[in-house]
């Protein structure tokens, strides 16, 4: 799917809509970690980002890149679902009352290689549906591969 996209930001559009979709997210914003800082790469109907939400994210980001390397490991889903419920700083909240939630998007070569960050709308009314772990690596590596996004160094 994504080695067919002429462009990055096309491969960013594809990436994005597909996590969006997945999970069942009205609306989005997709980061990715470029030049050494995390880069809103793609969002739904190119909507802005909201005020604070940028340096929410980058503040996210550096705190799960500093995480202990046991945090980093791989799990499935259900734990998965366990630690994202209850890690507090995995939700944010717009001035406006919105209610998003953020997800690193990651895959191991051989080491954990986080490339960006997926922050999606939440309805009060249901979760977000996860996505297997293969989906979100089989992407990372696209995006990898494709020089589209680097993973910070360890």
Known sequence: ?????????ARARAAFEFVRGSTGAEKGFLFLHRSGELVLAASSRDQTVPSGMAEAA???WSQQLQAPADD???RDIGELQAAMSATPSASWVS???ETFERRILATDRPRWAPVGLVVLAVDARRALTPIRHAHIAAICEAIIDSGDAVPPAP
């Open 72 to 74: 980093k490991a791989t």
């Open 1 to 9: 799917m994504l080695c067919a996209c002429p462009s990055a930001e």
């Open 95 to 97: 001035p406006i009352g």
């Open 58 to 60: 980058a503040h996210f």
